[in-house]
């Protein structure tokens, strides 16, 4: 079981912090993270999307990490990636409803991350919750969480093929 938590800030500097520190927690042991990201949206609605192994990615319908890259773009990118592979995407969406990253966590995160706002999404194997939430709590984020099986991670890595 995973957990997936996107962590929405107004300031993008708040971002910045909560990812560095996200990193930080990964070697003190609070998180095993099997991916972090930080993900801003310029002021034209633009995405970018920033990774501890990559140099930012501006959002054209692809980010790059393995499944979490995937997580990532059908988080902020599948508009793009709708009008280029349209049913295919109404596929996948289908099969994303029926795990944690269902049509309400997608809804939950566009509201939350707009044009001109920032955000950390963090995919975690496990995690200390309390000492997660103390850590970040200075950066003043909107949690929103949702988790994944390991049954869902299969499924959507099978609908993807």
Do not use: C, W
Not at 21 to 46: F, I, Y
Not at 49 to 75: K, M, N, R, Y
Not at 95 to 110: E, M, Y
């Amino acid at each position: 079981m995973s957990d997936l938590i996107v962590l929405s800030f107004d300031s993008e500097e708040h971002a910045q912090g909560a990812y560095i520190k996200v990193q930080e927690l990964q070697t003190n042991l609070v998180v095993d993270l099997e991916g972090v990201a930080l993900v801003t949206v310029d002021s034209a609605g633009h995405t970018h999307v920033t990774t501890p192994d990559s140099s930012t990615i501006e959002a054209t319908g692809v980010a790059s990490g393995g499944f979490f890259g995937i997580i990532i773009g059908l988080i902020f990118l599948a508009p793009v990636v709708g009008l280029v592979l349209g049913g295919l995407v109404g596929a996948l969406f289908a099969g994303l409803d029926r795990t944690g990253i269902n049509a309400n966590f997608r809804a939950q995160v566009k509201d939350s991350v707009k044009a001109g706002q920032s955000a950390v999404v963090v995919l975690a194997r496990t995690l200390s919750e309390d000492k997660f939430t103390a850590a970040l709590k200075p950066f003043e984020a909107t949690i929103i969480k949702t988790s994944l099986s390991e049954a869902d991670e299969r499924a959507l890595v099978e609908d993807l093929t």
